[in-house]
């Protein structure tokens, strides 16, 4: 009696298992879900882009690097590597290298006087020559115009924010979840010489 009655609550409790999904993929936590930024789980390449403009300018580390998959490689544009090549380092331009540069800008920005609201701003424009794949499966190249301002750089203050062309390498992992594989940056065209990329913003304090 005694062993039907362990048998029974083994298989009462196996069901209780079962039905709760256990073994069920989930949904990745938000980077920071008790904090203000906003945040949509990136089920889509343009997503990424949002969440990064919004990482950016809550100056949030943690959110920004969400963004980025753990590949991830920033790829400068070669006129700035070759005008600045004597003055700062471009290659090798991985995930770590990104963390700790993006920590830099935003304790930069966090020591100017300028107003919370007024110490990052990102805005990256869809391009209507250039749009965005319709129905992307694994990865998908997507551009954006882009202009950034940083607090505490000399290099894309309110008076010359950095603007460029950013080509992204979006891919896809397993939950359906969208990341930037590589950044590649590229100068305005035609170039202004006073506006810099933000790979040289960047360069500057990595």
Known sequence: MRKQLIFVLCIL???VLLSCS??????PADPDPGGEIPWQQPYSPATVVINFESAMEGRSVAMTMACCDSSYMFIADGSDTTEFASSWNFSGWDYGVEQNTMMNIFNAAEGDTLPEDSLISVTMNTISSLPDPVAPVDSALIYRDYEII????????WDNPAKGQVLF????DDYGLWSMKRWYDNRSYPHIPEFYTWGVVKAAVR
């Open 13 to 15: 409790a196996l069901s």
């Open 22 to 27: 256990f073994f069920d993929p989930r949904d």
């Open 150 to 157: 940083a607090a505490g750089s000399e290099y894309c203050g």
């Open 169 to 172: 390498l979006m891919v896809e």
